[in-house]
């Protein structure tokens, strides 16, 4: 499994000069390296800077750049009340979900690893279904399938509903990523040592597991946090308006008749900077790596 | 094999029963299969029968007859494939020279490369759409930057199929760059050396051992673009897609559970969605079939 993983190790180190030269003749020219990733980087940073300079300007109209800067679409976002309360739902929906899949998938995780090996296959199969089904699949199929029966219809359309389909759907990430620094932590050594010391399984789990998996739970976690703050799809189909997410907020400020686009800018810019900080957090925590985003095929 | 041994029986040492053992080895599993059950596998069994049924709960073949007979539903299929298979192939063009140069970089800006695909990745769709809008749509940055030095220059309209797939593009190709990064260690300087000691260039390598060797990661990577890229709806929703300008499955299935009124919509929603659960599910066997056989490569 963690051959896959997202691994910043070189492919071969500790070279001697004539692999260095060899290597140098196989990866091709560095010039020519170098420009590919600088026109990516370009490309890629021009729809953020579109967007950081809308969030500044006054007016711009026919120019390459805003006719004059200005922080006043800054100052009446982040008091809007309608905006404050689409991110607060936002931001709640998403530690919820981070705490519920740390408290149902860790535990059977950690047992998989330690106890009962055949935990694992299901634990993998199941993580594919939301990875390779549709949002938008997942969120028709939800709301139909809870209205079947009257205990639970009145969850139809209710933000409890959207909590729960939202960490159905986004759990593999987690999974993938702390299942992979369950092995790089050799869990079963761990454990060994902690039951010969009389620790039982839980605590062993609490005082020892998860302080040297820590960086792979905050990792996860976080991938979790993002996810749910981003989602879309659920959120316009099981709520809709009625409880409006970031996202849905955001939406409306594209398309709707009261659209906002400096508004927009800025909400957009607060997503994006919470992104680049998880991504490179995640990255440094980690030693290099960024967390495991598929699965593989390996059986073992 | 003590790792398979019950701790808890263990501990306290005295033996339990199969069914005490039974319950010690798959009770911490329960509330994590009861909650997939609940929320993933019974919806999904559940569309199966829906798209079978009527409004009155009769079984009947009417909704797939409807699927097939609207020309709208039908496009629909046809634009979610086709774009699909566009997208799949060019981020397979653009992303395989992108993950080689990230994976010769060397390790520490191979870090901050792979957090920032990550980023890109990753990126919302509203934040995507506004910046795509705000950067080369109409009055956009690099429209409005080109038009004082050209000022006939053509314009990307990104509410059209073309934008849609520049807009995908933006987040699939990191995506794939990310999936197929560690494969490129695979390519390594010893079968290089190996190559090159028995009078290979560069050409005949890559042609005979490079390529052959990333063939199948790249096509397993190829497969799963497909998947996420028929299966997306943020960016076309904020795209304001209607059915004149985008007509895709998932935008359909969206509007089918939305509309009141029109009959069987539900029936036909689930025939959508029925179709794109087994595209991404044949898909997904693909993918790790060819994983499995692709492995055999990195040591």
Redesign the interface.
Known sequence: MD??????????QN?TSG?AE??E????PRWL?AA??AG??VY?A??????A??SLATV?R????PDSYTLQWWASTLTDPVFLAAIGRSITIALLTVVAVNL??L??LY??H??????RP??EA?A??????????????????VG?WPLTAQLQATPTLLL??I???SFPIYLWAVDGSLRAANV?AL??AA?VHGA??WRTLRRVVVPSIRHGLAAGSLLVF??A??E??LA??IT?SAFETL?LW??RQ??GTDAN?NG??VS?LL??AM??AF??A???GNR???AQ???????D | M???E???G??YGRRRGPFARLVA??A??L???L??AW??????A??VV?SLRDSQGDLTSLNWRDVVANPLTRRAIVTSIVIGVTIASLTAVIGV??A?????????N???????????????????????A???GG????T??L??VWADAPTLNIYSPTGLVCIFL?FH???FA??V??A??A????L??AA?VCGAG?VRFWWRIGLPVLAPFVLAGWI?MF?WA?????VP??L?GTEATLNLM?LR??DL??SVGSNNR?GR??CL?LL??VL??G??WL??????R??RW?A
């Open positions: 051959r896959l993983t997202m691994s910043a190790r070189a492919p071969t070279r692999m060899a290597a003749v196989l990866a091709g390296r590919a990733l990516v980087a890629g021009l729809p953020l800077c579109a967007t300079l809308y711009w026919r120019k390459p750049l149902v998938v535990p059977p047992w998989s330690i106890a009962n090996r055949r935990i299901l634990l199941c594919l279904i939301p990875f390779v089904l549709p949002g938008v699949v997942m969120a028709a199929g939800i709301n139909r399938f079947l729960l389909a960490v159905a759907t079963i454990w060994e039951t039982g399984p993002a996810s703050m981003g879309l799809a316009r189909l809709g996202p955001q939406l594209l398309r686009p927009m800018a957009s997503s994006l992104l680049f991504s490179f995640i990255v440094l290099g790596r960024v985003i598929a699965p593989t095929a390996a059986k | 003590a790792v398979f019950n701790p808890v263990r501990r080895d798959w911490v599993v509330p994590f299969t909650a997939i929320l993933l596998i019974g919806p999904a559940n569309i829906d020279p992108l080689w140069c990230v994976s010769r970089l060397t390790i520490g191979r870090s901050l490369a792979a957090a920032a695909l990550n980023v890109a990745a990753n990126i919302p769709a509203t934040s995507l759409v506004f910046g795509f705000a950067a080369f009055a956009g940055m690099v409005l930057a038009r004082t933006y190709v990191p995506l990310l999936l990064l560690p490129m260690g390519v390594s300087e010893d290089w050396e090159s560069t799963l998947v028929i299966g997306q709806y943020g929703l904020a304001g998932t299935i969206g559970i939305q539900f929603a689930a969605s794109l659960i991404s599910v898909a997904l993918y790790r079939s060819l994983l499995r692709a492995l990195i």
